[in-house]
């Protein structure tokens, strides 16, 4: 891909994604080889909590991003059953976009036991079982004591319900975020912006700024081995604003995309067609 600048006088050209513009980033765009590779690998195994780095993943055809949003913590109840698992909207779990404490607390999972690590500054650290009740509950109340009773809107439960995964898009079963956009957003802020705002499970080197907002519904990405379509760029809320290492609401970029790029968009999601392992390094190519 290249890009030209516009004649002086031109109208800049916006860029499109499913036939709807999403941008107006003053320039000229023409396709032509899309390469790149991953830089770096994560999962979330606890939505709104610590970011976990994996040298490999193995992705599976029609199935989510391996160990990612596997649990919830339900801030006051929010009518999900595990019986019949459907979509809640984040805004009813402890997340980033309404609790930014929650970046303070520092989780590692191990998946094969089960168990969740928890420590926080001043705090005592903690580790059980979530997948037994006794953990899940001896977590919610650790979290409870961590939040105090400013933040918390009514009994912490540890939600999990296998298959289903606490995503923000029913299907965006893998999110992709492009570090050369986030350096763009970056630059133009004045400001560092660590990518893990963005908390994707896949880092891409190597695309244009903002080119993979040019993917078109269904178009085929190449990661190594593994095949996945597009299924829509992700809109991003304030949990972006949140500093994840101090968990301080520092910048505001929902504002700033609107107003830089006509847009709320950073990243895409992809469902997986056809399964193997990515790791470090592997294309990552529109096909």
Not at 9 to 14: H, I, M
Not at 53 to 60: D, V
């Amino acid at each position: 891909m290249t890009f030209s600048s516009p004649a002086k006088g031109a109208v800049p050209l916006p860029i499109a994604w499913g036939g709807r513009r999403v941008a107006k980033l003053g320039q000229a765009v023409q396709f032509s080889a899309m390469p790149g590779h991953i830089a770096s690998l994560y999962r979330y195994p606890v939505k709104g909590f610590t970011p976990e780095r994996l040298e490999h993943a193995e992705l599976k055809a029609g199935a989510y991003f391996p160990c990612d949003r596997v649990y919830a913590v339900e801030n006051g109840p929010s009518g999900f059953d595990p019986a019949a698992p459907t979509f809640v909207s984040k805004g009813r779990f402890t997340v980033l976009a309404r609790i930014p404490r929650v970046a303070l607390v520092r989780t590692a999972y191990e998946e094969a036991s089960g168990v969740l690590t928890v420590t926080a500054e001043g705090c005592a650290s903690f580790a059980g079982d979530l997948q037994g009740e006794a953990g899940r509950t001896a977590f919610a109340a650790w979290l409870t004591d961590f939040l105090g009773p400013e933040e918390v809107n009514g009994p912490l439960k540890v939600l999990c319900a296998p298959p289903h995964r606490f995503t923000d898009d029913i299907r965006g079963f893998v999110s992709v975020i492009n570090l050369a956009s986030v350096r763009d957003l970056e630059e133009k802020l004045g400001k560092t912006l660590d990518p893990l705002r963005f908390r994707g499970n896949i880092q891409v080197e190597g695309w244009p700024a903002w080119s993979e907002l040019e993917f078109a519904p269904g178009a085929e990405v190449r990661l190594g081995g593994v095949r996945a379509a597009v299924h829509k760029p992700i809109t991003r809320c304030i949990a972006t604003h949140v500093d994840p290492l101090t968990g301080e609401r520092d910048i505001d970029l929902v504002p700033a995309l609107r107003d830089l790029y006509g847009h709320l968009y950073c990243g895409i999601y992809l469902n997986v067609t056809g399964g193997g392992r990515v790791q470090d390094g592997d294309p990552a190519e529109l096909s």
